[in-house]
Nanobody, 125 residues
Framework: QVQLVESGGGLVQAGGSLRLSCAASGRAFTRPAMAWFRQAPGKEREFVARISASGVPTYYADSVKGRFTISRDNAKNTVYLQMNSLKPEDTANYYC??????????????????WGQGTQVRVSS
């Protein structure tokens, strides 16, 4: 079992920044690839970014490329999502996810084995 707890969400004006954190616990000997997804009201959960177990490579959705940065501190079992130049369309609940079984795909919710409870990000215009 892996437990994931997100934090760092909040309300920010357009153009502002937030840093989300995802603390992992449980299977400490496992160092899975990790990802962030988001889900806006009335929409499906969508891929945002992914980071491999070692920290490289990283992958981003086109909508956030150049604005968001995913990183990890394996000593702290924590993954981060630095979000800059936020836009109102970034408003969503953000979820971190762990890929333990390495299905070979990365962009779909079915590719991930564990999920956090989510943290809300609201960007005002």
């Amino acid at each position: 079992q892996v437990q994931l707890v997100e934090s760092g969400g909040g309300l920010v004006q357009a153009g502002g920044s937030l840093r989300l954190s995802c603390a992992a616990s449980g299977r400490a000997f496992t160092r899975p690839a990790m990802a962030w997804f988001r889900q806006a009201p009335g929409k499906e959960r969508e891929f945002v970014a992914r980071i491999s177990a070692s920290g490289v490579p990283t992958y981003y959705a086109d909508s956030v490329k150049g604005r968001f940065t995913i990183s990890r501190d394996n000593a702290k079992n924590t993954v981060y999502l630095q979000m800059n130049s936020l836009k109102p369309e970034d408003t969503a609940n953000y979820y971190c996810a762990a890929d333990i079984t390495f299905s070979g795909s990365m962009y779909y919710t079915r590719d991930y084995d564990y999920w956090g409870q989510g943290t809300q990000v609201r960007v005002s215009s």
